[in-house]
């Protein structure tokens, strides 16, 4: 066996050449079982069409030499890098078809093939098809909200960017990795700092939740294996300076919905996240290659081991 990790490279380095902590905890896990690995990025791949005869490379190694590829994260604000998972996941399917005994396992892949895209519009309508609980959401392609009473009618509101892109916000001569998501409580704050500088056409609107505390449910296989609960701090927003307590245990309203999410999605692994509203939980994101170190490393209490999860959950 040999394990390809794919990932993105990180819009803001702390030091050259860093491997973030998902990427050293997977190769750490690898390393203890005795895998052989390589770590390769986006910019790294190589896509040839010579003679009818596809060929797809990652750091010039022919990606058929892996037995299990892992999809870390992609640029949000590059929409391309999720169509290149998607290509991958087409181009190993049909070596698979054609090499019935000798399986390559991509993770996640079913996922991939029912997202066509990795936004907040695509995961709004999977909801509706899928009867999964979600916050009443409106878009607009033109981006005017304030003609949007009759749909969402109450302040305050919540607006993100679709696809969950950042942005890049200089604070104190340092740059810093902000969310592009802002309370809204009247018509006016639609002209607040750094909203108004962005293009509405790419934003949506989403009732928003006063509940104080949001949750993270990690799902293996369908079922839930851990989990963190997040108080959120000053700001309306949990992951802003929140605080994290250990949730592996979830109650069963939670535990079902995590559940739900990651089997119409037909995941291999997947963290779910649910906030509540009116005492009912309802999504809020998932993420098909979601962060853990500060699970692992920054909540009191016995964590499990996610990287290994990662790894396991995807072998016959």
């Not at 998972?85 to 190993?92: A, Q, T």
């Not at 070596?95 to 895209?117: A, E, H, M």
């Not at 509940?211 to 369908?222: E, H, L, N, P, W």
Request: charge should be positive; hydrophobic fraction near 35%.
């Amino acid at each position: 066996m040999k394990y390809l990790i794919l990932d993105k490279k990180q819009r803001i380095n702390s030091k050259k050449g860093k491997i973030v902590s998902a990427n050293l905890r997977l190769i750490e896990e690898l390393n203890k079982k005795n895998l052989p690995y390589s770590l390769a990025y986006f910019d790294e791949l190589e896509f040839e069409f010579i003679n009818g005869e596809t060929l797809i490379k990652a750091k010039g190694e022919d990606i058929r030499k892996y037995s299990h590829i892992i999809f870390r994260g992609h640029d949000l604000h590059n929409e391309m890098q999720y169509q290149f998972k998607r290509y991958i996941v087409e181009y190993i399917d049909q070596y698979n078809r054609n090499n019935p005994d000798n399986i390559i396992q991509v993770q996640n892949s079913k996922s991939i093939k029912k997202l066509p895209y990795y936004n907040k519009i695509v995961l709004a309508l999977f909801c509706s098809q899928n009867n999964i609980p979600y916050f009443n959401t409106y878009f607009k392609t033109d981006g005017n909200y304030l003609t949007q009473r009759d749909v969402l009618n109450s302040y305050p509101l919540i607006i993100k960017d679709y696809s969950g892109a950042n942005r890049i916000q200089n604070i104190k001569g340092k740059d810093l990795i902000k969310k592009n998501v802002f309370k809204i409580d009247n018509e006016q704050e639609y002209q607040q700092s750094y909203l108004k500088d962005l293009d509405l056409s790419k934003m949506f609107i989403q009732e928003f939740s006063d509940s104080a505390i949001d949750m993270r449910i990690f799902v293996k296989k369908g079922e839930v294996i851990g989990g963190w609960k997040r108080h959120r701090g000053q700001s309306f927003m949990t992951v802003s300076k929140g605080i994290y307590s250990m949730y592996n245990n979830p109650e069963d309203r939670i535990k079902n919905l995590a559940q739900l999410v990651s089997r119409s999605l037909e995941a291999d692994f997947i963290a779910v996240d649910i906030m509540e509203m009116n005492g009912k939980p309802l999504l809020q994101e998932i993420s098909l290659h979601p962060g853990f170190k500060a699970y692992e490393n920054k909540i009191e209490g016995k964590p499990v081991n996610i990287a290994e999860a990662i790894i396991t959950s995807f072998s016959n």
